[in-house]
């Protein structure tokens, strides 16, 4: 298929570099898979020839996992997001501007700066929304801020007014938090513990009312949704049945509501037909959206998957190209 949009697809910059210790990332995945992903995450002109190659017109990138999310001073992640956004404007958006679009990194240690930073990210830089590596450090790395949490809603309402989506990215889970996975490291991250990580995180959002108060709100979840369109009914049987119907939490309606009215879902590293059939049947197929998850994948793995799967070919337009355009305008 040819003129897909990919959107869950990661760059860096030197400044994330400088600021980013990658030696456990490399024990955790093998030092020759991370050498090869940190050289395409600086770089353009293989990117590029690799969408050629693989059918892909567009790619929204954004500044890989975790980011801002994981600076433990304020100040400091405030002014790390204005310069990324910059960066990423000036060194990969504008030097591709028909093929490369881009998601705004907010640093949410300030929830009242990250709004302002996405204003400025869309209507000055022409970014489509924002994309977050999950909780954010306040203070120190055992420390987390979910995006449910009443501080942040202030965020929330600047991102109501803007009208445009957010992508939650996964990132590790707490290092206090990682007993269930000693002795197996490799399951920390994208293996396994993202998918948990994420997909609970999803969960929070939906049972804290936020989009009750926000009905417009639009989440991205990469992987095919981390797991949830297999799990969310159990998960809403359950909280019916739990503590004479308070399970739902703060939220007014069932989490099946706002799954399928407030996410879109996309293949991102998830290239797995049963599994995307599955999730056109849990959340319809107009929020299904084609993505790759370069350079941690490879975009012709996931062209290769999804040119041929088994999908009907106006299911296949609209999941490689048209539902995004419409998302984003494009
Ligand atoms: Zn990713």
Do not use: C
């Not at 030092?31 to 770089?43: G, I, Q, S, T, W």
């Not at 309402?157 to 989506?165: G, T």
């Not at 590790?172 to 995180?201: C, I, M, N």
């Not at 509501?257 to 590293?269: D, E, K, Q, R, V």
């Amino acid at each position: 298929m040819k003129g897909k949009i990919v959107l869950e697809e990661h760059v860096t910059t030197p400044l994330n570099n400088s600021l980013w210790d990658a030696s456990g990332e490399a024990a955790r995945n093998g030092k020759a898979y991370m050498e090869n992903v940190d050289k395409r995450l600086l770089e353009t002109e293989q990117r590029i020839a690799d969408m050629d190659s693989s059918g892909i017109a567009t790619s929204v990138i954004s500044l890989t996992s975790p980011g801002a999310q994981s600076l433990l001073d304020v100040n400091q992640a405030v002014d790390f997001a204005r310069q990324t956004n910059d960066y990423i404007t000036e060194h990969y958006v504008g030097k591709h501007p028909q093929r490369l679009k881009a998601f705004a990194t907010v640093a949410l240690q300030s929830p009242r700066a990250a709004a302002d930073e996405l204003e400025r990210a869309v209507k000055q830089h022409g970014m489509l929304g924002a994309l977050i590596n999950g909780y954010t450090n306040i203070g120190d790395n055992n420390t987390a801020q979910y995006l449910d949490e009443q501080p942040v809603w202030e965020f929330w309402d600047k991102v109501a007014q803007l009208n445009v989506p957010v992508y939650l990215h996964p990132r590790e889970p707490l290092p206090s938090q990682r007993r269930l996975y000693e002795g197996y490291p490799s399951l920390v991250g994208s293996a396994w513990g993202f998918a948990h990580e994420t997909a609970t995180h999803a969960i929070r959002l939906m049972l804290s009312g936020l989009f009750d108060r926000y009905p417009n709100l639009t989440i991205i979840l990469g992987h095919l949704a981390e797991g949830l369109p297999l799990m969310l009914p159990r998960l809403e049987h359950r909280l019916n049945m739990q503590r004479e119907g308070v399970g739902l939490g703060n939220a007014e309606k069932p989490v099946s509501h706002y799954f399928s009215n407030n996410f879109y879902l996309t293949t991102a590293g998830h290239f797995h037909t049963k599994g995307l059939l599955d999730s056109i049947s849990e959340i319809g197929v107009d929020r299904v959206l084609f993505s790759a998850d370069y350079p941690y994948e490879s975009m012709h793995t996931a062209s290769e998957w999804f040119d041929k799967a088994l999908i009907s070919e106006n299911d296949r337009i609209k999941i490689g190209r048209t539902n995004a355009a419409r998302l984003f305008n494009l």
